[in-house]
Every structure is written in structure tokens, then in C-alpha cells.
């Protein structure tokens, strides 16, 4: 399993995708600074736990289930577009170790991310602000809820990487994240954002829409429907690989 996880590692050094990842997170957070310039000019509205709430904001109603899809495509369709997939599953390892260290890959880089999205936010603060009003007590509020929609959306990443290795590359995966992406927005105002999995996150986080708009919070069916569909799909994922043919 070490080694696997490993092997892993030393192919992500090679892969530009990782920082496509760290671009487009921190692309949203200069994002935010321009819509902060644009709506209040004069900072009258403008906290430091307003601009770092919105890393949180983001990530659940925008660029997680995109960025995080993709890294889960990189991880499991990449085999397939880089023509790896024979090689790597005819090793005399069991197939089921190569998925449990790219899942566990896979939540590590989830986690960088995060944290690259609330210290772009933090510097996006400093700069707008100054240090005038900070508290630490902000930054670790941001932190424990971006690992909280993060590890809300990667209970769906199995799906993902379920239709990365079917669709053999990076289309298909991304073509669903963006589909899944809008059905979150329209299941948000039909008040179904505690039963999507991909919309749950804006409970926590909010949304980029009108206030008071998504109940907070989930109900422990919101959270047996994760469980069921992170098993579900880590059981198809494991499944696939041990009775797939990949020479070709």
C-alpha cells in the first residue's frame, strides 16, 4: 500500500493538472477582491470574516465539485488518456491497493486545496483591509468549514472517478461535474439542496444567491445519502477494476 501510494505521488510531480487546481482556486479568490471592489468601494460592509467566508461560498457553490471532479479524473482517467492503465494493473499487486492509495491521494490533495483557497483569501483580506479587525479565531472558522465541504464533496468523488476510468480519460468526468453543477443550482431553489449531494455543501457554506435562501445545515438523511453513495461508489470503483480488461 505504501508503495502504491507512492507511485502515486511521483505521477502527480509529472501532472500540470495539479496546478491548474492551485490556479483556479486562487483565481477565485482574487475574484472575490474584485467583487468586493466593485459592490463596496468604500469598504463600508466589507469584515475580515465576510471575505473569508466567501472561500468557503465558493468552493461549495462554484469550483469544488469542477475542481475536485478533475482531480479525481486526473488520478483515475489519467491512466487511460497517458495509456498507463495496462501497465499498472497487470503488476502483480492487488487492483483494490491502487484504489484505496489514489483515494487516499486524492484526500490529500483535496486538503491542499483547501488550504490554498483560505490563505489566498487571508492575503486577500490583508490586503484589502490591512490587519485592522483580524482574528485568528476567523481564519480557523473558515478552515474547519472548508474541510467540511470539502469532505462533504468528496464522499461523491467515487462516483467520478467511476465514470473517469468508463469514459477512459478526462470527458466524461467533466462534462457530469458541470451537469451536476447546475442541477445544484436549480435544486437549490426547489429547496432539494439537503437531498443532492452536490448541492449539500451550500448548507453549510451558502450560496451565491438571494439571502436566507438555503436552510443550514443537513439532516442525518442528508448524511446516509453520502454514506450510501460514497460506499456505492467506492464498491463500483473496486468492482471495475478487478474484472475489467484494460489491454486495449
Same mark, same amino acid.
Given at each position: &500500500?505504501?508503495? $502504491?501510494?507512492?507511485?502515486?505521488?511521483?505521477?502527480?510531480?509529472?501532472?500540470?493538472?495539479?496546478?491548474?487546481?492551485? /490556479?483556479?482556486?486562487?483565481?477565485?479568490?482574487? &475574484?472575490?477582491?474584485?467583487? =468586493?471592489?466593485?459592490?463596496?468601494? #468604500?469598504? $463600508?460592509?466589507?469584515?475580515?470574516?465576510?471575505?473569508?467566508?466567501?472561500?468557503?461560498?465558493? &468552493?461549495?457553490?462554484?469550483?469544488?465539485?469542477?475542481?475536485?471532479?478533475?482531480?479525481?479524473? +486526473?488520478?483515475?482517467?489519467?491512466?487511460?488518456?497517458?495509456?498507463?492503465?495496462?501497465?499498472?494493473?497487470?503488476?502483480?499487486?492487488?487492483? #483494490?491497493?491502487?484504489?484505496?492509495?489514489? @483515494?487516499?491521494?486524492?484526500?490529500?490533495?483535496?486538503? %491542499?486545496? *483547501?488550504?490554498?483557497?483560505? $490563505?489566498?483569501? *487571508?492575503?486577500?483580506?490583508?490586503?484589502?483591509?490591512?490587519?485592522?479587525?483580524?482574528?485568528? +479565531?476567523?481564519?480557523?472558522?473558515?478552515?474547519?468549514?472548508?474541510?467540511?465541504?470539502?469532505? =462533504?464533496?468528496?464522499?461523491?468523488?467515487?462516483? =467520478?472517478?467511476?465514470?473517469? @476510468?468508463?469514459?477512459?480519460?478526462?470527458?466524461?468526468? @467533466?462534462?457530469?461535474?458541470?451537469?451536476?453543477? $447546475?442541477?445544484?443550482?436549480?435544486? %437549490?431553489?426547489?429547496?432539494? #439542496?439537503?437531498?443532492?449531494?452536490?448541492? &449539500?455543501? *451550500?448548507?453549510?457554506?451558502?450560496?451565491?444567491?438571494?439571502?436566507?435562501? %438555503?436552510?443550514?445545515?443537513?439532516?442525518?438523511?442528508?448524511?446516509?445519502?453520502?454514506?450510501? @453513495?460514497?460506499?456505492? /461508489?467506492?464498491?463500483?470503483? =473496486?468492482?471495475?477494476?478487478?474484472?475489467?480488461?484494460?489491454?486495449?
Amino acid at each position: &500500500m505504501t508503495r $502504491a501510494i507512492r507511485a502515486e505521488l511521483l505521477k502527480l510531480r509529472r501532472a500540470k493538472t495539479v496546478w491548474g487546481t492551485v /490556479g483556479v482556486v486562487a483565481s477565485f479568490a482574487l &475574484m472575490s477582491l474584485f467583487a =468586493i471592489r466593485l459592490t463596496d468601494p #468604500e469598504l $463600508a460592509n466589507t469584515t475580515w470574516e465576510r471575505i473569508l467566508d466567501g472561500s468557503t461560498m465558493y &468552493m461549495a457553490s462554484w469550483w469544488g465539485v469542477l475542481v475536485f471532479g478533475l482531480a479525481a479524473a +486526473q488520478l483515475f482517467g489519467a491512466e487511460f488518456s497517458d495509456g498507463t492503465a495496462p501497465s499498472l494493473l497487470t503488476t502483480p499487486v492487488r487492483r #483494490e491497493y491502487f484504489v484505496v492509495a489514489k @483515494m487516499i491521494v486524492l484526500a490529500g490533495w483535496v486538503c %491542499v486545496l *483547501v488550504l490554498v483557497s483560505v $490563505a489566498v483569501h *487571508v492575503v486577500t483580506a490583508a490586503l484589502v483591509l490591512g490587519f485592522d479587525g483580524f482574528e485568528w +479565531q476567523f481564519v480557523f472558522a473558515c478552515l474547519d468549514d472548508g474541510l467540511l465541504v470539502a469532505f =462533504i464533496l468528496y464522499l461523491t468523488l467515487p462516483t =467520478i472517478a467511476l465514470i473517469s @476510468m468508463l469514459g477512459r480519460g478526462y470527458l466524461a468526468p @467533466m462534462l457530469f461535474c458541470s451537469a451536476v453543477t $447546475a442541477a445544484s443550482m436549480s435544486s %437549490v431553489y426547489l429547496n432539494w #439542496e439537503r437531498w443532492f449531494p452536490w448541492a &449539500m455543501p *451550500v448548507t453549510v457554506a451558502g450560496f451565491v444567491g438571494p439571502p436566507g435562501l %438555503v436552510d443550514s445545515g443537513l439532516t442525518p438523511g442528508s448524511w446516509a445519502v453520502l454514506a450510501v @453513495m460514497f460506499v456505492g /461508489g467506492l464498491v463500483a470503483v =473496486i468492482w471495475h477494476v478487478d474484472r475489467a480488461d484494460f489491454r486495449n
